[in-house]
């Protein structure tokens, strides 16, 4: 074999394998850089992915929240309608509440233009069955109901109080038509100007409002009498008035209480007469033989008791032998003060009352006929203020004609 042939069959198996490695390596090579080339292809597309992912995402995101956007709109819409709907829902619940309590106030209103309708009815009713009204300078008697009958009283003027004392006194002229003695009463009532009287086309409503307005400016007083009011004639007594000027009297009315009346009695016992150990005055005892007067002129310790001096005038032609006094004593009564009001006044009334205690007294020393007789009695007291109101009964138990001797008879 030539040498040729021997390098040509030794080639192959020399020369092979490094083209074979060489081979294997540039295709190696080549893979890589295909494999660079397709991965860079790879990642060129991955990222063209990504970018088109982000762009469909900020579409989506931007959508959601556009849409978002519209559904906050939305819901800013029906809370702002809500909202108006609330507002027109209290808005017409004010109202409603509104015109109901409209309502509740006029009916309120009709009800007390009744209630006053149904007070001024009152008023009036009363006035003309038991108060006595009397304007100043009225001269003719008006009626004045009681629990006991009707009385009539008469106005018979006012004028200044005299004595120190203030304000005003009127004479009033209290006829008695009744068959029964009234020994203890009072008068309450009050002064002012005089009523009003409805102008014309003046709604009852409107003249209602001035009764009550003029109601406002009366001034009150009350008093209690013990002066007798003997039945069948006119008796006067004189009441007092706090007032300053004359002018601020333009009229009375007022209302009579009867607190103590008798009948005519047959058994002896006479009636109540009041009597006073700390002021001047005459009392005048009634009995089935005549009338009586007393007068009180002072008193004087003895023991536990006062002995009380009384003058005794017997206007009649018996000589009373024994005389009984049985009644009641306590302090003076109260007057109502200025500014106060009745229901207190009552009360000092009743307290008054309470203060009163009974008493027994026996007068055995002759009364002689036409003159006064000074004598006296023993009260359970040893505080004169405690007589500064006396009242009683003055019941003669043994009584004579006096021996009238005449010249030249004999015994």
């Given at each position: 074999?030539?040498?040729?042939?021997?390098?040509?069959?030794?080639?192959?198996?020399?020369?092979?394998?490094?083209?074979?490695?060489?081979?294997?390596?540039?295709?190696?090579?080549?893979?890589?850089?295909?494999?660079?080339?397709?991965?860079?292809?790879?990642?060129?597309?991955?990222?063209?992915?990504?970018?088109?992912?982000?762009?469909e995402l900020k579409e989506a995101t931007q959508k959601k929240a556009d849409e978002t956007s519209l559904a906050v709109e939305s819901l800013e819409s029906q809370r702002d309608q809500l909202m108006l709907r609330l507002e027109q829902a209290e808005t017409q619940g004010r109202?409603?509440?509104?015109?109901?309590?409209?309502?509740?106030?006029?009916?309120?209103?009709?009800?007390?233009?009744?209630?006053?309708?149904?007070?001024?009815?009152?008023?009036?009713?009363?006035?003309?069955?038991?108060?006595?009204?009397?304007?100043?300078?009225?001269?003719?008697?008006?009626?004045?109901?009681?629990?006991?009958?009707?009385?009539?009283?008469?106005?018979?003027?006012?004028?200044?109080?005299?004595?120190?004392?203030?304000?005003?006194?009127?004479?009033?002229?209290?006829?008695?038509?009744?068959?029964?003695?009234?020994?203890?009463?009072?008068?309450?009532?009050?002064?002012?100007?005089?009523?009003?009287?409805?102008?014309?086309?003046?709604?009852?409503?409107?003249?209602?409002?001035?009764?009550?307005?003029?109601?406002?400016?009366?001034?009150?007083?009350?008093?209690?009498?013990?002066?007798?009011?003997?039945?069948?004639q006119w008796t006067q007594i004189e009441l007092p008035l706090e007032a300053e000027r004359l002018s601020d009297i333009k009229m009375l009315r007022f209302i009579m209480g009867i607190d103590r009346a008798y009948l005519e009695n047959q058994s002896g016992i006479g009636e109540?007469?009041?009597?006073?150990?700390?002021?001047?005055?005459?009392?005048?005892?009634?009995?089935?033989?005549?009338?009586?007067?007393?007068?009180?002129?002072?008193?004087?310790?003895?023991?536990?008791?006062?002995?009380?001096?009384?003058?005794?005038?017997?206007?009649?032609?018996?000589?009373?032998?024994?005389?009984?006094?049985?009644?009641?004593?306590?302090?003076?009564?109260?007057?109502?003060?200025?500014?106060?009001?009745?229901?207190?006044?009552?009360?000092?009334?009743?307290?008054?009352?309470?203060?009163?205690?009974?008493?027994?007294?026996?007068?055995?020393?002759?009364?002689?006929?036409?003159?006064?007789?000074?004598?006296?009695?023993?009260?359970?007291?040893?505080?004169?203020?405690?007589?500064?109101?006396?009242?009683?009964?003055?019941?003669?138990?043994?009584?004579?004609?006096?021996?009238?001797?005449?010249?030249?008879?004999?015994?």
């Open positions: 074999m030539s040498a040729r042939y021997t390098a040509a069959m030794i080639f192959p198996s020399i020369v092979l394998p490094k083209v074979a490695r060489r081979v294997r390596v540039l295709a190696g090579l080549g893979a890589c850089a295909l494999a660079l080339m397709m991965t860079a292809c790879s990642d060129g597309n991955r990222v063209t992915e990504l970018e088109t992912q982000i762009s109202t409603a509440l509104e015109q109901s309590g409209n309502t509740i106030a006029e009916q309120d209103l009709r009800f007390e233009r009744v209630e006053r309708a149904m007070a001024a009815l009152a008023r009036r009713r009363e006035r003309f069955e038991s108060l006595a009204y009397l304007p100043i300078g009225y001269t003719n008697h008006v009626t004045l109901g009681t629990a006991h009958g009707t009385f009539l009283v008469r106005l018979d003027g006012v004028l200044p109080a005299t004595g120190g004392n203030t304000g005003y006194v009127a004479t009033l002229n209290v006829g008695n038509p009744m068959g029964l003695t009234v020994t203890e009463f009072s008068l309450r009532g009050h002064f002012g100007e005089e009523h009003p009287t409805p102008n014309p086309n003046e709604s009852d409503e409107d003249f209602i409002l001035r009764e009550e307005a003029w109601e406002k400016t009366l001034v009150p007083f009350q008093h209690l009498f013990v002066t007798p009011l003997e039945p069948g109540i007469a009041v009597l006073s150990a700390l002021s001047e005055g005459t009392a005048f005892a009634k009995t089935p033989y005549g009338m009586f007067l007393l007068t009180a002129s002072g008193t004087t310790p003895e023991g536990s008791q006062l002995r009380l001096r009384i003058s005794i005038g017997n206007p009649l032609l018996l000589v009373i032998k024994k005389v009984k006094l049985t009644g009641e004593y306590g302090p003076t009564p109260p007057k109502r003060q200025v500014g106060e009001d009745l229901p207190t006044f009552a009360l000092r009334l009743d307290d008054w009352q309470k203060q009163l205690k009974p008493f027994e007294a026996e007068i055995n020393t002759p009364i002689l006929p036409g003159r006064w007789n000074d004598t006296s009695i023993l009260m359970p007291t040893t505080i004169v203020n405690e007589l500064g109101y006396i009242r009683f009964t003055f019941s003669p138990e043994a009584a004579s004609f006096p021996v009238i001797e005449r010249p030249g008879s004999q015994r």
